[in-house]
């Protein structure tokens, strides 16, 4: 089954600390990962797209990552105002036979003064 | 700022009435999109129009409806409310072409309330 996860579902960083979120999917023929932002009650924010092995974007502190199974955002000295869910999603053919953006559960980022 | 609008911000109402949630999609976007979120579903797609055609659906319940008109703003209409349809409604646009799958867009959403 076409799926996207992501991990964890939360982190907790010391302002400067880097680390990584992570999703992995198993679509056959990807069309394209995309990486959203999402403060608390507000739209998620476009900040990536990613379409092939090996593609690497970066804006400001964040970089995302591509591999066959998986796609990785780096975050590097992190700020406070850096704290947000971390969306990824995926195409995925639904149930209906049409293709549909499906999101992961979201990384919850947290970012300690 | 993305360039999608949805009004109203905040919708509160009661059980069983109907409410209609209207978006604007950015200049030059021909699709809309429809998603619900709630706090134990995540974000969740409805349906997606297409230059006033509908092209995709997902898990949209019979009770929901939505159109693209010519101008290409969209309504989502949502009849016969239930408590469990208290969540945020957003609206997201693209420019959708065939080759590959475009980033969309969302607007600042709609948090409904069912009471």
């Known amino acids: 089954e076409d799926q996207v996860t992501q991990s964890p579902e939360a982190l907790r960083l010391q302002e400067g600390e880097s680390s990584s979120l992570n999703c992995s999917y198993t679509?056959?023929?990807?069309?394209?990962l995309f990486w959203y932002r999402q403060d608390p009650g507000k739209g998620p924010e476009f900040l990536f797209t990613?379409?092939?092995a090996g593609e690497e974007k970066e804006k400001e502190r964040l970089k995302a990552t591509l591999t066959k199974k998986e796609s990785f955002l780096h975050i590097t000295a992190p700020k406070p105002e850096d704290s947000a869910t971390y969306l990824c999603?995926?195409?995925?053919?639904?149930?209906?036979?049409?293709?549909?953006?499906?999101f992961g559960t979201g990384t919850r980022l947290t970012i300690i003064p | 700022d993305s360039g999608v609008t949805q009004t109203p911000k905040h919708l509160i109402t009661a059980t069983g009435q109907r409410v209609t949630l209207r978006c604007s999609p950015r200049?030059?976007?021909?699709?809309v999109y429809w998603y619900q979120q709630s706090l134990d579903q995540g974000l969740q797609f409805l349906i997606q129009?297409?230059?006033?055609?509908?092209?995709a659906k997902g898990n949209i319940l019979e009770r929901f409806s939505a159109q693209q008109f010519p101008d290409l703003h969209s309504e989502l209409n949502l009849s016969s409310l239930e408590l469990g349809d208290s969540a945020l409604y957003f609206c997201?646009?693209?420019?959708?072409?065939?080759?590959?799958?475009?980033?969309?867009?969302f607007g600042p959403g709609t948090r409904l309330t069912v009471l």
């Open positions: 679509v056959s023929g990807l069309r394209g």
């Open positions: 129009y297409y230059n006033g055609e509908e092209r």
């Open positions: 990613l379409y092939s």
């Open positions: 997201a646009s693209s420019r959708t072409s065939g080759a590959s799958y475009n980033e969309q867009f």
């Open positions: 200049s030059g976007d021909l699709s």
């Open positions: 999603a995926v195409p995925i053919i639904s149930n209906f036979g049409n293709e549909k953006l499906t």
